[in-house]
């Protein structure tokens, strides 16, 4: 079945860092994938996405490509502010899943002033 | 443009009582709805969706349910809470496969 698998946390860094979160997937059709980024006490707001395979998704300055070569999509900022402390979720969706999203554990970002 | 909005924001219940949260999506028809659940510092867990009115797959067996009384309605029920029941409870709808969900702003529950 679908999967999706992102390093645990927690991450602190400093600020204006360079931010990496791995993400790696296991799918049995072409899935789209997604970053999700949820601020304490708050839902999950959909950060980026990528449908296919060599798409970058980017937004506020985070990206991540999506690599069917290596069945990953890391994301990446090369910059972190303080406002960017939340929990960042990798998540996937395709047809064989049927209208389901899996999402991965979550990865806490803490960052310091 | 859509919006999604899910009430209350948070809730306090005893042992035993009943649940109804209530979740309403608009500015789109037929969408696809969901009810996930979050413990602290825990991942999602999805519990119920509905591509359709009065249509409800239940991913989780538990005392809890779910109904779609109308297209842009989405409701969870308990009959009798358990502390088990507590966390986060988060709505969300998606436009179909292969498209982002939108989330809520969630209910925090607390059983005591």
């Known amino acids: 079945g679908n999967s999706v698998t992102q390093m645990e946390g927690p991450v602190t860094l400093s600020e204006e860092a360079f931010l990496t979160i791995n993400c790696t997937y296991t799918a049995t059709g072409y899935p789209s994938l997604f970053w999700y980024v949820q601020y304490p006490g708050e839902g999950l707001q959909l950060l980026l996405k990528a449908t296919k395979a060599d798409d970058k998704g980017s937004n506020k300055g985070f990206e991540a490509t999506y690599r069917k070569e290596t069945t990953s999509f890391h994301l990446e900022k090369g910059s972190v502010q303080v406002s960017d402390s939340a929990v960042y979720f990798c998540?996937?969706?395709?047809?064989?899943?049927?209208?389901?999203?899996?999402f991965g554990a979550g990865t806490r970002l803490f960052v310091k002033a | 443009s859509q919006t999604i909005h899910q009430w209350p924001a948070t809730l306090v219940q005893p042992v035993g009582s009943p649940l109804s949260l209530e979740c309403t999506v608009e500015g789109t028809s037929n969408p696809n709805l969901y009810w996930y659940r979050q413990a602290a510092g825990r991942g999602l867990q999805l519990l119920f969706y509905?591509?359709?009115?009065?249509?409800i797959s239940s991913e989780v067996p538990q005392n809890l349910s779910a109904s779609r009384p109308q297209d842009r309605q989405f409701i969870l029920s308990s009959k009798k809470l358990l502390l088990s029941d507590s966390g986060f409870y988060l709505c969300a709808w998606s436009r179909g496969e292969n498209q982002p969900q939108h989330f809520g702003d969630g209910t925090r529950l607390s059983i005591l």
């Open positions: 509905s591509v359709g009115i009065g249509q």
């Open positions: 998540a996937l969706s395709d047809r064989t899943g049927g209208f389901k999203t899996i």
